[in-house]
Nanobody, 117 residues
Framework: QVQLVESGGGSVQAGGSLRLSCAASGNIVSSDAMGWYRQAPGKQRELVAEFTGSGMLVYGDPVKGRFTITRDSAKKTILLQMNSLKPEDTAVYYC???????????WGQGTQVTVSS
C-alpha cells in the first residue's frame, strides 16, 4: 500500500503564493507517476501538474507559468509552488501517484486552498 500525506493548504489573497507538500510512504516505486490534481465545488477533478512515469513534466493549462512542481531525488516527496494565485484556483488539492505497470491509483486526503479576491 501507499500512503500520501499532504500539507500546506490554506487561505490567501489573490496574487499571493502557497506551497503544498506531499510525503509518500509504504510501497513506493520510483517509476510511479506522481503529482497533483484539484477539484473545485461542482467541477470534475482536473490535473494540476504531474511527473509522468517516464519523468516528463505535464502542467494543466490553467496553471502554466504560475505553478511549479518539484520532487526529491528519492521520489518520495513532491512540492507544488503556487504563485500569482487567482480565485479560480480555489479547490481541494489532491496528491496522486499511479503505479504504471498495474494502473493502481493512490490519493491523499486532500488539502483545501482558498484564494480570495
Amino acid at each position: 500500500q501507499v500512503q500520501l500525506v499532504e500539507s500546506g493548504g490554506g487561505s490567501v489573497q489573490a496574487g499571493g503564493s502557497l506551497r503544498l507538500s506531499c510525503a509518500a510512504s509504504g510501497n513506493i516505486v520510483s517509476s510511479d507517476a506522481m503529482g497533483w490534481y484539484r477539484q473545485a465545488p461542482g467541477k470534475q477533478r482536473e490535473l494540476v501538474a504531474e511527473f509522468t512515469g517516464s519523468g516528463m513534466l505535464v502542467y494543466g493549462d490553467p496553471v502554466k507559468g504560475r505553478f511549479t512542481i518539484t520532487r526529491d531525488s528519492a521520489k518520495k516527496t513532491i512540492l507544488l509552488q503556487m504563485n500569482s494565485l487567482k480565485p479560480e484556483d480555489t479547490a481541494v488539492y489532491y496528491c496522486h501517484r499511479q503505479r504504471i505497470y498495474s494502473g493502481s491509483h493512490y490519493w491523499g486526503q486532500g488539502t483545501q486552498v482558498t484564494v480570495s479576491s
